[in-house]
């Protein structure tokens, strides 16, 4: 393959590669409760009153419920969410 194949062959990879994650809603969240239900509803609503500007979503995976905030698309942002709340929530980590 030649040099020109290649950075043809280079660019149509990165295209795809952008096109993807444009569409794809992989990204950095920050997972503040993980357990059952009771809890969950709990962290999940004193949460909401605390931090107003930080988005959370309760989720159900059988057989624990999941505190989590929205997905940030870089874990820079998702680190600085940590450091936010991490005082008041001790066992909270990035996934």
């Known amino acids: ?3 020109q194949e290649q950075k043809s062959s280079l660019d149509h990879f990165l295209e795809k590669k952008r096109n993807y994650n444009k569409t794809s809603k992989i990204g950095y969240s920050v ?3 993980n357990g ?7 962290v999940y609503n004193s949460f909401n009153e605390e931090y107003k500007d930080i988005k959370v979503k309760l989720s159900y995976v059988s057989p624990d419920w999941k505190v989590m905030t929205k997905a940030y698309s870089t874990k820079i942002e ?3 969410i ?3 709340v991490k005082e008041k929530h001790p066992n909270a980590k990035i996934l």
């Open 82 to 84: 940590y450091l936010i």
């Open 1 to 3: 393959m030649n040099s």
């Open 36 to 42: 059952n239900e009771e809890q969950a509803l709990t």
């Open 78 to 80: 998702a680190e600085r």
């Open 31 to 33: 997972l503040l409760y």
